[in-house]
C-alpha cells in the first residue's frame, strides 16, 4: 500500500483511544468490588523521576484506577525498600508495583526489581517477565516496546516477512522490543555500538526502532523511502528543546511512517502501565 511521504503515527491520539478502553474495563471490575491498583515507589529526590511519577499517577486516576504514591527519602535502605515491595506483594488492594529508576547508588536496583511478585511486575522487568516474552508465555510486556507495537498495530502494520532493525539492546526496549518483533514473524536486526556499519543494516530495514538516547542517530540518508520509523528517544537539542533519537525534520521526507517526539512513543509509556495494571487485577478477579 503506498502512502504520502512521512505520515504522523500520532502516540497522544492512541494513547486517548487506549485510555477510554482502561477506564471502561476498570468501572466494569469496579461494578464486581474490585479497583484496579498501582502502588508507585519513588526514592529519592531525582527531578524527571518526580514528573514521570506524578504523570503516572495522574493517568491512573483519570483512568479510573486507584493508585498510591509512596515517596522516600534517598537515605531509606535496601532492606527498608525491600521490606516495603514485600509488603505490597501481600497486599490484595495493589495489583500492580512499580519503583521508579534511577535508584540511590547504595540500592541495588536488580534486586529491588526481583523482589517484586512477578504477578505485579507491571513495569515488565522481572526476569520472569522477560522469560515469558523470551519463550511466548502470558507475563508483563516491558511499557516502551508494548507501546511501540501497540503504535504498529495501529497503522494496520503486517510485520510479517518485514525486516524489522531495532538501534539499541537494553534490557528495558531493545531486547523485548526485538522478541516482540520477532513474535510477530518479522525478521529481526539488532544493532549497537559495537556495530560496523549501522546505515547499511537501516538501509535494508521495512521499520526501525531507535532506542539509544543520543541525537540524530538515524538520519535520512540511511532510511529506506517508505520505512517506518519509531523513535524511542528522549533528548534535549541545543535549544533545550525535546527531541528524539531520530533527526525528524531530515527522516520525515523519506519514512513511510514516523513518530514524532513528543507526542509519539512517551504518552504511549504510561498508557501501557495502565493497560497492563488493569491486566493484572483482571487476572486476580479470574482468579
Not at 60 to 80: F, I, P, W
Not at 136 to 155: A, N, R, V
Not at 238 to 256: N, Y
Request: glycine content about 10%; aromatic content about 4%; charged content about 20%.
Amino acid at each position: 500500500m503506498t502512502q504520502t511521504t512521512g505520515r504522523l503515527i500520532d502516540g497522544n491520539a492512541l494513547s486517548k483511544q487506549l485510555r477510554a478502553e482502561v477506564a471502561q474495563r476498570a468501572a466494569a471490575l469496579k461494578a464486581r468490588g474490585i479497583t484496579p491498583g498501582l502502588a508507585v515507589i519513588l526514592v529519592g529526590d531525582n527531578p524527571a523521576s518526580q514528573v514521570y511519577v506524578r504523570n503516572k499517577v495522574k493517568a491512573c486516576e483519570d483512568s479510573g484506577l486507584h493508585s498510591v504514591l509512596e515517596k522516600y527519602e534517598a537515605s531509606m535502605t535496601e532492606a527498608q525498600l525491600l521490606a516495603r515491595i514485600e509488603a505490597l506483594n501481600n497486599d490484595p488492594a495493589i495489583h500492580g508495583i512499580l519503583v521508579q529508576l534511577p535508584l540511590p547508588a547504595h540500592i541495588d536496583a536488580h534486586k529491588v526489581i526481583e523482589a517484586i511478585s512477578p504477578a505485579k511486575d507491571v513495569d515488565g522487568f522481572h526476569v520472569a517477565s522477560a522469560g515469558a516474552l523470551m519463550v511466548g508465555q502470558p507475563g508483563f510486556w516491558p511499557c516502551t516496546p508494548y507501546g511501540c507495537m501497540k503504535m504498529l498495530e495501529s497503522i494496520n502494520y503486517d510485520l510479517k516477512g518485514k525486516h524489522a532493525v531495532v538501534i539499541g539492546r537494553s534490557n528495558i526496549v531493545g531486547k523485548p522490543m526485538a522478541l516482540m518483533l520477532l513474535g510477530q514473524n518479522a525478521t529481526v536486526t539488532v544493532c549497537h555500538s559495537a556495530t560496523k556499519d549501522l546505515k547499511a543494516m537501516t538501509l535494508q530495514a521495512d521499520v526501525i526502532v531507535a532506542a539509544v538516547g543520543k541525537r540524530n542517530v538515524l538520519t535520512a540518508d540511511m532510511v529506506k523511502p517508505g520505512a517506518v520509523v519509531i523513535d524511542v528517544g528522549m533528548n534535549r537539542n541545543d535549544e533545550g528543546k525535546l527531541c528524539g533519537d531520530v533527526d525528524f525534520e531530515g527522516v520525515k521526507q523519506v519514512a513511510g511512517w514516523i513518530t514524532p517526539v513528543p507526542g509519539g512513543v512517551g504518552p504511549m509509556t504510561i498508557t501501557m502501565l495502565l493497560v497492563n495494571t488493569m491486566e493484572a487485577a483482571e487476572r486476580v478477579a479470574a482468579a
